[in-house]
């Protein structure tokens, strides 16, 4: 079992919050809005994907590299090879 699944709840309702973000995005430059406010927006949806992300690391370093639980270090280097990969990824 994922991880993630013991903040699951605040996991979804953080994609919800960008979802709406994005969506209202949409609808600026549908409407037509102010430049100004459409930079503003992505902007907002920028921070809420890092701090997404910020949270996903974390919480992928607790359970997967740090943890006292993983007995062996082969787990522990699978761990810290999956999140070089996201990381790598993510700043691409």
Excluded: F, N, P
């Excluded at 809420?48 to 370093?61: C, K, P």
């Excluded at 082969?74 to 070089?84: K, M, P, T």
Aim: aromatic share 2%.
């Amino acid at each position: 079992m994922s991880h993630t699944i013991q903040g699951k709840a605040k996991l979804l309702a953080r994609v919800r919050r960008i979802r709406g973000q994005v969506e209202a995005i949409e609808r600026g430059l549908d409407a037509e809005k102010e430049c100004a406010d459409i930079l503003h927006q992505v902007a907002a949806v920028q921070g809420a994907t890092r701090g997404l992300m910020t949270e996903l690391i974390e919480s992928h370093i607790r359970g997967h590299v740090a943890s006292a639980e993983i007995a062996s270090q082969a787990d522990r280097e699978q761990g810290a090879s999956e999140l070089i990969d996201a990381i790598r990824t993510y700043l691409k």
